[in-house]
């Protein structure tokens, strides 16, 4: 490879960004100096734009539409990336560094092009030379062209994604690992209220980002093979056979440039083999049956759980993702390290979440049964390298596959778990003699009519380190969720609060902010989200206030006008955008913000009146396909949306609006021009949540519970510039004995009100009896979530709320406060602890060869 000079492309990661021209020459000679020519993006000498458009996609400059326009523009991007890419990766060769790998079912990353050229400090060169000129380039329309990575679905994949961001800031030699799903979970679509999905056929195009390592192919050997019959897969036992696992990689930019990591993602495929035989008599289907069967593995991202299928599917996807990210690191691992004694030392995996529990077995099959260790030294080194972060408390979501699938596809996984089970109970007996309930918490086998491995016990028991992702969820890890295990271990137990990268959450998605910023305090914040304590004292400076304020009208004009031109929906900037934007679940309950709103309608149809600023509640999210009532819920915010739209009594008052297809790219829209973040699970149920974080940081104030991370958000910023309300998790866990809904329904006014106007058909006038399901979840069956518990305080808190908006200057002080106070909540800062405390890995950054 020619040389490369250390700056070139890229600066330091806590430098400030170089003006647009210093950094477009340097790129330019970068460019000119490898024979890609100036790039411009503009005119007639952009040759690498021109040389992509014409070659890569056959078509003349002026017949190019915006597709073809993306995908030169994005791969002239990843040629300018891609010597730092290949540089990162000498390095880490050269230098031989611990490597931090870290395991997912899900990476949402979004869109690339915008946040790579942000990263690479492209994005004032792109604004400098005004590219839409010289080229007949609609930027924004280009942009839109990318479609949103199907490669996740809710904060567990964009955690996953923030991470990998900073991982590539920090400098760290790191690699995330996940899979290749064709499809994303779905695309989301409304009619007459009800969800619809739609397959979403993210890789329908070309994707120009990823690079695939045919080279790197992995072989992955399972206990049974598949048959086609009566259109359905099914599994033989006994009749072994093989899966591929080819990587794909793509770019992960640091800020600055100086490091470019990669996102390795696997899809599965079939080996090379064809039955001729099949094919020749007829069964076109069973010759290929296979292939079939192999390339469903990475189909989908989070196949149905309804069925026994589904879940089976997942079980082998959770697997292939484990055995080829291991014998990928491994073989890594080995180029450089003949001594297996080595591994801890050059290597940390972290599990995200139970989905990679199985590299538990796997990683000990490989030092069993590859490497010819004893049991004792494969564990200790196995269990020195792997780390675990849990990411909920709900029993549903700590996964437990059947005894029986491991006996029918992975026998030999299934042996090496019954022995760290025979082991880790012979230690309970010995600490904890007689404590037979002890016994059968921590045992990794839970018993029952079907057996099944707990993956959270064994992914706690089978690594160093433990971790939950707020103080709260950590407390109640240890407490409650896993309480004998970290009795046991004490010291594996910790907390690493969640972070979110600020490059694209603010740098990028909120241009206007960023301006009012970094025109105050200087641009380091974007490295070092802590440097934003400076805004405190300007929180007080009445032309400060006014920057904010304008800043935010900014943002919510632009997104209105962007919701009327893809959606047609007016909605109008100078209400106060209220917003609860996450996945659709029970214990999220955006039912409880349904029934505030509804007590507000109620309000004003009694006194028209009623003093009350105009208001735009928007919803976002999305329902698992086979969870009714969630996709109820949904229905219900559409029909409240549609009866708030044509009563003339409240129109221009309060308004609801349900945007589906919420993803990352919404998210970064809606964000920067929201006033008010609903953050209103039940306390004690979400593990800390991230969109609190987003909000927080683009200047939105809280509304919501004492839980996860919104608790800490509230210490930094001081709860006197939140609006906290409800029952504490303590609160919530000594009231189920005793609480009773009814009781609220008796004695609250308007909680009565609301809930008889739904159950009187109110909004659903040409459905009765719909929504009958939710008179059962409140009432009936004992509201487990505690809706109505809550209410009333909500109310509360939402008309101080209220009075606080009246006053714009005061809401804009209290805003900045929290601007002010969302440094601790960097991804930045939580990856520095996970490297510090957990995975003892140190920077590397990519120098000069």
Request: aromatic share 10%; glycine share 6%; net charge negative.
């Amino acid at each position: 490879m020619s040389k490369i000079t250390e700056n070139a492309g890229a600066t330091e990661a806590t430098a400030p960004a170089r003006p647009a021209a210093t950094l477009k020459n340097e790129v330019s000679r970068l460019l000119k100096q490898y024979g890609c020519g100036p790039i411009q993006f503009a005119g007639a000498d952009n040759a690498l734009y021109e040389r992509h458009l014409i070659f890569d996609n056959v078509v003349g400059l002026a017949a190019a539409g915006p597709r073809e326009r993306f995908e030169a523009a994005a791969r002239s991007v990843r040629d300018v990336l891609s010597q730092r890419w290949i540089l990162t990766e000498e390095t880490y060769a050269r230098e031989n560094p611990k490597r931090i790998y870290y395991l997912s079912m899900e990476f949402l990353i979004g869109r690339s092009l915008a946040n790579n050229l942000t990263n690479l400090l492209l994005a004032t060169v792109i604004e400098h030379e005004r590219a839409v000129k010289g080229n007949r380039l609609d930027w924004l329309d280009m942009l839109e062209q990318e479609p949103d990575a199907g490669l996740g679905n809710g904060g567990l994949g964009r955690l996953a994604a923030c991470f990998l961001d900073s991982l590539a800031t920090l400098q760290l030699p790191a690699m995330g690992y996940g899979l290749r799903y064709e499809y994303g979970i779905f695309k989301q679509t409304l009619k007459d209220g009800w969800q619809v999905e739609q397959p979403d056929n993210w890789l329908r195009r070309p994707d120009p980002w990823e690079v695939a390592r045919l080279q790197e192919r992995v072989e992955v050997k399972l206990n049974c093979s598949f048959e086609l019959r009566g259109g359905t897969l099914r599994a033989i036992p006994g009749s072994s056979s093989s899966l591929i696992g080819i990587p794909y990689d793509r770019p992960v930019v640091g800020y600055g440039g100086k490091t470019v990591n990669t996102l390795r993602l696997w899809e599965a495929a079939a080996p090379d083999y064809f039955d001729f035989q099949a094919f020749s008599h007829g069964d076109f289907v069973g010759a290929v049956a296979e292939t079939l069967g192999a390339e469903s593995l990475t189909r989908v991202l989070y196949p149905d759980d309804s069925t026994s299928q589904g879940k089976g599917l997942r079980f082998v996807q959770e697997y292939f993702l484990v055995a080829c990210s291991l014998a990928d690191l491994v073989r890594r691992f080995r180029r450089g390290n003949p001594d297996w004694s080595e591994l801890p030392e050059k290597v940390a995996i972290q599990l995200n979440d139970t989905h990679p529990a199985m590299a538990v077995p796997e990683l000990m099959r490989i030092l069993l049964d590859e490497a010819q260790l004893d049991w004792d030294e494969a564990w200790e080194l196995a269990k020195r390298a792997l780390a675990y972060t849990n990411h909920t408390l709900l029993p549903e979501a700590l996964e437990k596959w059947p005894v029986e699938w491991f006996e029918l596809l992975l026998p030999r996984h299934l042996e090496i778990i019954y022995e760290i089970n025979r082991r880790l109970l012979d230690d309970v007996r010995v600490r904890y003699p007689g404590d037979n309930a002890r016994l059968a918490n921590i045992s990794l086998i839970e018993e029952g009519a079907e057996r099944k491995v707990r993956m959270a016990n064994l992914a706690a028991v089978g690594s160093h380190s433990t971790n939950g992702v707020a103080a709260i969820h950590s407390m109640l890890l240890r407490t409650v969720t896993l309480k004998d295990l970290a009795e046991m271990f004490p010291e594996r137990f910790s907390n690493k609060t969640n972070g979110v990268t600020p490059r694209r959450w603010l740098l990028l998605a909120n241009p206007a902010l960023t301006d009012v910023i970094t025109s105050a305090i200087g641009d380091a914040w974007i490295t070092d989200l802590q440097q934003l304590r400076k805004l405190k004292p300007l929180a007080d400076d009445k032309a400060f206030r006014a920057a904010f304020l304008k800043a935010k009208r900014e943002a919510k004009v632009q997104f209105s006008d962007w919701l009327k031109a893809t959606t047609g929906q007016a909605v109008d900037p100078d209400s106060m955008f209220d917003c609860q934007v996450k996945r659709i679940h029970e214990y999220k309950r955006q039912l409880l913000n349904a029934l505030r709103i509804i007590v507000l309608y109620n309000r004003l149809r009694a006194n028209p009146d009623l003093e009350m600023s105009p208001r735009t509640f928007f919803f976002a999210g999305k329902a698992a396909p086979a969870y009714q009532l969630a996709k109820l819920v949904i229905k219900f915010i559409n029909n409240l949306a549609g009866t708030l739209d044509g009563d003339p009594l409240v129109r221009g008052r309060i308004r609801v609006v349900f945007l589906p297809e919420y993803c990352v790219t919404l998210a970064e829209r809606l964000i920067p021009a929201s006033d008010v973040s609903n953050q209103v699970s039940t306390a004690g149920f979400e593990a800390s949540g991230t969109s609190n974080m987003k909000f927080m940081m683009n200047g939105a104030i809280t509304l919501g519970t004492r839980d996860g991370a919104t608790i800490e958000m509230a210490e930094e910023a001081g709860e006197d510039n939140f609006f906290l309300f409800g029952l504490t998790a303590e609160e919530v866990v000594g009231s189920r004995d005793w609480y009773s809904p009814y009781w609220h329904y008796q004695n609250e006014p308007e909680t009565r009100a609301a809930l008889d106007l739904v159950f009187a058909d109110h909004f659903s006038r040409n459905e009765p009896a719909v929504f009958a399901p939710l008179h059962n979840l409140l009432l009936t069956l004992g509201d487990h979530y505690m809706h109505l518990a809550d209410l009333k305080s909500y109310l509360e808190a939402d008309q101080r709320l209220q009075d606080l908006y009246a006053d714009p200057h005061a809401w804009a002080r209290k805003a900045l406060l929290n601007i002010a106070a969302s440094g601790k909540f960097s991804s930045d800062r939580t990856i520095a602890e996970y490297a510090a405390d957990i995975w003892e890995a140190r920077p590397c950054p990519a120098g000069t060869v």
